[in-house]
């Protein structure tokens, strides 16, 4: 995202997303007593984090925050890092605008997952998860793809002898084939120098 698509995506979390949360009556989360400081976190943390998210998705996360207010009164907006817990799920951030999957991919355990081809895996683990694995977590990532292998094995090898395969096999193979692409593609962003 250049920075004018970034600006943009800015103005446009504020016009989709603060302002009708605020013209709702929702006052400002707990603990920013101060407007200054509910303006700096606006401005810092969630049109900046928020900015990739389109129109319709920004609208979505609106209803849902409105839909869920905080608070003893009931009328004060989610904390931060729950308006972006809940955005992550609406629409998950592009790899690219991620600095967790960036600094990931350019680590050791990066290139080790692209090395042994449990890339996807691991890709999946982040957007989902949002945090850098524990040695535990690697441990299910890379037994996750062993058995994602051997389906894609078997998935070959009915192809390669002209079996059928099945219509839901066909989407998992094309998904994972893009996941395995997106990881390749974030790497060489990372190798690249801009990450």
């Known amino acids: 995202m250049d920075s004018a698509e970034q600006a943009n995506g800015e103005k446009r979390v504020r016009a ?11 006052t400002k989360p707990k603990g920013f007593t101060k407007p200054v400081d509910f303006d700096a976190m606006v401005a810092k943390v969630l ?7 389109t129109e319709l998705s ?11 207010p905080k608070g003893k009164g009931r009328d004060q907006m989610m904390i931060p ?6 955005a992550a799920k609406i629409q998950p951030p592009a790899a690219e605008a991620s600095p967790l999957m960036r600094a990931v991919f ?17 890709l999946r683990f982040l957007r989902k998860n949002r945090s850098w694995p524990s040695s535990l977590n690697v441990q299910g990532i890379k037994a ?17 002898s002209s079996r059928p395969v099945s219509e839901a096999d066909q989407k998992w193979f094309a998904s994972r084939n ?16 801009a990450a």
């Open 178 to 193: 893009a996941a395995q692409q997106k990881c390749e593609e974030i790497r060489d962003l990372v190798s690249g120098g």
């Open 81 to 86: 890092n729950e308006i972006l817990e809940r």
């Open 144 to 160: 996750e793809s062993e058995a994602a292998m051997r389906k894609v094995e078997g998935i070959r090898q009915r192809q390669a």
């Open 106 to 122: 350019a680590a050791a355990l990066g290139r080790d997952a692209m090395a042994g081809n449990w890339g996807p895996e691991l």
């Open 47 to 53: 049109c900046p984090k928020l900015a990739y998210m």
């Open 16 to 26: 989709l997303l603060i302002e009708p949360l605020l013209a709702r009556g929702l």
């Open 58 to 68: 920004l609208a979505a996360l609106e209803e849902e925050v409105a839909a869920n």
